[in-house]
């Protein structure tokens, strides 16, 4: 895909507009917790940030500022990140994410670190999740080629 | 206890690792590997006993809780068994129309798919069966769509419209019973609704969730998507549906009538008479479907609409022995008609009219399969004949004459299909050309038939099994 436009002031705009879409994705992942957010959204805002970086400056430049094949990576990482502190609760003897797990002496303190590890898992996973489907569909004609390249 | 979240959580965590990991050898044998290590937590699980699990120590109603009892040990343990009956079937080589990356990915599907099933089956909360609902229907879709040819896709895409529709019905009904209650908690939802302020909510939500359940076990006449979703998808995946995707949501739909509505309720509101009448057109219908079919695997999947009828021809019974009956065939339905997918196979050709001349190419296969149609039919000595019979009598027992003409007719059609089947298999044919199977199928093929012989000559354990099951039901 060819950038869809010249226009200096979309290219300006968009590379001053960018950093803040990334930077509020991280407040609301961060900031979950408090007040409203969480892992979704902020892996939707995220995701959004590229999606707007693909549509003016084309999908070569977004593919290569984040390429596919690292997405596939991430995409497990984060249901791995959500699961495996299930997993760390488990093996120390309390219920399935039950995130006293991780700190036993502080519970109040083992909750808000146990939410902000598993909305981070959840975070990775909807933005490399949504971002593949943008640029499966983005890029149609080469899907193929590209699902292939980037696992193998 | 909490150990009961193990049979779901295994393959939920083996589906990411294959992904990250990849290779299609080491993604089947990692798949291979945690459904076993899958069912030995199910094995383990009937050593425990009747028990609860509160999710991150969130004690119910407020929190998610599995519950485990001899209602879905047993179904537990089919999925398991079904899962790597499927993997069997499924060697990598056997997927050859797969590009790389995709069989690692088919792999995790799968993995994610049969977590899915086992979620639906041991989990307490009504919220929370939707969520493993969505999580086995995506996977079955895009394993449908595995499928070898163009038409695995269309077949795909209409599972995926008439599953999503199903889906949606169940969450607008728990939406409903959670407006009328307040609760998610089925047994909470159960003890909320006599005196629910609202009655109407609960029965338009009671009809949602159970019309959602019956469109995903394929009821008659909401299976529409049976045919295609089991023919043209791979094996494996045609194993593993018939042996347990269907299963998986009449065990959910019983779940629901019996553990959160009640006898009572179900009644009032003639949800057995429905379910009679729509389990008498399944067993018509279906049976002169697959009679009328020219594929080997259209014709079981149509017979499959048929002996769904026959389960919840028990379900509607709404009697200890309709359910030990429908638990019964559910189980060894799945054996045998698991056991005739993977019969069908890594056959050169689904084409009936390709069938003569099998017991000379593959005599191994051709006994199997006249073995396993037989026990389709119900043949006394087989597992088919001990769960046609018991379903039988538990009809009878009720009084359902209608449910026992049909079910008599319904067999004789099926007479017609299995000879379909078994006599061109033994027929002479000048093609004598060998076909070639791996030992995994041959495997397989034994398993299935060995456990279809067994258990019709000793049903004992798996009729008490099931036994328990309906009285931890009703």
């Known amino acids: 895909m060819t950038p869809k436009s010249n226009s200096a002031v979309l290219r300006v705009v968009t590379k001053q507009i960018i950093p803040m879409i990334l930077l509020f994705g991280l407040y609301v992942q961060f900031h979950g917790e408090y007040g409203p957010g969480g892992g979704f959204q902020a892996g939707v805002i995220f995701a959004a940030g590229f999606v707007l970086y693909a549509l003016v400056f084309g999908l070569d430049n977004a593919s290569r500022a984040m390429p596919a094949r690292a997405l596939f990576k991430l995409a497990p990482l984060g249901v791995l990140l959500f699961a495996g502190v299930g997993v760390y609760s488990l093996l120390r003897g309390y219920a399935f994410l039950d995130y006293t797990a991780i700190d036993p002496h502080d519970p109040v303190h083992a909750q808000h670190l146990g939410i902000l590890i598993i909305e981070l898992g959840v975070g990775l996973t909807v933005f490399s999740v949504l971002l593949l489907i943008f640029y499966a569909f983005a890029g149609r004609r080469r899907a193929d080629s590209l699902t292939h390249k980037d696992m193998g | ?474």
């Open chain 2, 1 to 474: 206890m909490n150990s009961l979240v193990l049979p779901a959580l295994i393959p939920l965590l083996t589906a990411p690792l294959i992904v990250l990991i990849g290779g299609r050898h080491r993604a089947w044998l990692m798949a291979f590997i945690s459904l076993g290590a899958a069912l030995l937590s199910v094995v383990h699980l009937f050593s425990l006993g009747d028990s609860q699990n509160a999710l991150g120590g969130w004690a119910a109603p407020v929190g998610i809780t599995y519950v485990i009892d001899a209602a879905n040990r047993p179904i537990l343990l089919l999925i398991m068994l079904a899962g790597l009956l499927g993997l069997l079937c499924a060697p990598p080589e056997r997927l050859a129309w797969l590009e790389s990356p995709r069989p690692a990915i088919f792999y995790a599907l799968y993995c994610l798919c049969v977590s899915g099933l086992a979620g639906i089956a041991s989990t307490g909360d009504a919220f929370n069966v939707f969520v493993f609902l969505e999580i086995s229907s995506l996977a079955t879709y895009a394993l449908v769509a595995a499928g070898p040819g163009r038409k695995a896709l269309r077949a795909a895409f209409q599972y995926l419209v008439l599953g999503t529709l199903g889906g949606s019905f169940v969450l607008l009904g728990v939406g409903m019973l959670y407006m009328a209650t307040g609760s998610l908690n089925m047994a909470d939802i159960a003890a909320l609704i006599p005196a629910s302020p609202l009655p109407n909510a609960v029965l338009v939500g009671g009809a949602f969730v159970l019309l959602g359940f019956m469109l995903k076990s394929a009821l008659f006449p909401l299976h529409q998507w049976l045919p295609g979703a089991y023919s043209r998808s791979p094996n494996a995946v045609a194993v593993l549906l018939a042996g347990s995707g269907t299963k998986v949501s009449l065990y959910a739909l019983s779940r629901i009538m019996f553990g959160v509505f009640g006898v009572s309720w179900l009644v009032a509101h003639q949800v057995d008479k429905i379910l009679l009448i729509l389990a008498c057109a399944a067993m018509l219908f279906g049976s002169l479907g697959a009679i009328q079919q020219t594929r080997l695997k259209a014709l079981l999947a149509w017979s499959s609409i048929a002996q769904i009828g026959y389960i919840v021809l028990g379900i509607s019974t709404l009697s200890e022995a309709g359910l030990r009956a429908a638990w019964v065939f559910m189980l060894f339905h799945a054996v045998i008609k698991g056991g005739l997918f993977v019969c069908a196979s890594g056959l050169p050709s689904d084409r009936l009219e390709n069938l003569p001349g099998l017991a000379q190419r593959d005599p191994l296969r051709a006994a199997c399969m006249t073995l396993l149609a037989l026990a389709l039919l119900g043949v006394p000595l087989t597992a088919g004949f001990v769960s046609k019979w018991l379903m039988l009598q538990a009809a009878w027992d009720s009084g359902a004459l209608l449910g026992v003409i049909v079910f008599a007719v319904s067999s004789l059609l099926a007479v017609a299909y299995v000879a379909r089947i078994v006599l061109p298999i033994w027929q002479h044919s000048d093609n004598t050309q060998p076909i070639i199977t791996p030992p995994t199928i041959r495997l397989a093929m034994l398993l299935t038939t060995a456990a279809a012989l067994i258990f019709g000559v000793w049903p004992g354990p798996v009729i008490e099994l099931c036994q328990r099951a309906a009285e931890a039901l009703l």
